[in-house]
């Protein structure tokens, strides 16, 4: 899945639910679920995700969404062999890329 954010330091919750197409409820729901999502919150206590976040909102979403896992399969699959879920999903976010810039190539012809 391929997430259109612009490059910030900080996202607010509604540029997240956004992003993923999912209402703000899943993003507070999967926060509490998972200890890779640990947003900053602001003197008002709003959420702040970090880039790191995103990733890992991604990771989550194939796992959960694209793949079918259950939550607490998720979170087994992040306990066992996280290193390896990490790299798959930076090859994958690379070749999404690759794939977009092809695409371009291909329209402008």
Request: hydrophobic share 40%; aromatic share 10%; net charge positive.
């Amino acid at each position: 899945m391929h997430i259109d954010l612009p490059e910030k330091r900080y996202y607010k919750i509604g540029e997240v639910a956004k992003a993923f197409s999912v209402n703000t409820s899943l993003i507070r729901f999967w926060e509490k679920e998972f200890v890779i999502i640990k947003p900053k919150k602001n003197a008002k206590g709003n959420r702040l995700f970090t880039q790191e976040d995103i990733v890992n909102f991604k990771i989550i979403f194939n796992l959960v969404k694209e793949r079918g896992f259950t939550l607490e399969g998720a979170k087994q699959k992040l306990k066992k062999n996280p290193e390896n879920i990490f790299n798959n999903h930076e090859i994958i976010t690379r070749l999404e890329a690759v794939k977009a810039e092809l695409q371009k190539i291909k329209n402008s012809l």
